[in-house]
């Protein structure tokens, strides 16, 4: 960070109020821990590769869920026909 925001970021922190300054610390200690998570992660992973346990990290894709239309069925529920086929 260059140093001129980094004197910005503190004069701007005399202007706040206590209860800003106290959601301003939570926000940090958050961002401070997720980021120590991170790093941690990333030295276990290179780990696992380094020791030749794993050859690679594949992280999981999320893709976003679409919303489900539920559609209407004629007939006796679907419950009910698997517990006869079962019979």
Known sequence: MALVTL???IKQLETLEI???QQLNQTIQKYL???EETVKQAAFHQALISSGLVKQIKHPAYEPITERRLINVEGKPISETIIEERR
């Open 33 to 35: 821990a997720d980021k």
């Open 7 to 9: 004197q910005q970021i």
């Open 19 to 21: 209860e800003e300054l």
